[in-house]
């Protein structure tokens, strides 16, 4: 059964720092490139950032790029979205995501919130 599970989120003060991620099962995660998207109350949720399967090409939004850093773990089948220099417009559920069978596949989320 093919799951993503991500973890690491919580309360942050404006310019702290948060490291989420994403553990994979059910599917040969080396096999696949693997993104971060996010959504805020009221907003359509939007691609954050997305990593190769080889990890040798990233991408990121404009909004988080140089503050923001996705990376993988091929043996613990394992995505990371290193976040630092938060801002409250970061604020939102964070979801792992894959096309895995040509299936947009979908974690529960992980809440991050940036507030004084």
């Known amino acids: 059964q093919l799951q993503l599970v991500e973890s690491g989120g919580g309360l942050v003060q404006p310019g702290g720092s948060l490291r989420l991620s994403c553990a994979t099962s059910?599917?040969?995660?080396?096999?696949?490139?693997m993104n971060w998207y996010r959504q805020a109350p009221g907003k359509e949720r939007e691609l954050v950032a997305s990593?190769?399967?080889?990890?040798?090409?990233?991408n990121y939004a404009p909004s988080v790029k140089g503050r923001f850093t996705i990376s993988r773990d091929n043996a613990k089948n394992t995505v990371y979205l290193q976040m630092n220099s938060l801002k409250p417009e970061d604020t939102a559920v964070y979801y792992c995501n894959s096309k895995v069978a040509a299936k947009n596949c979908w974690g529960q989320g992980t809440q991050v919130t940036v507030s004084s």
């Open positions: 990593i190769t399967s080889g990890g040798t090409w990233r």
């Open positions: 059910g599917f040969t995660f080396s096999n696949y490139a």
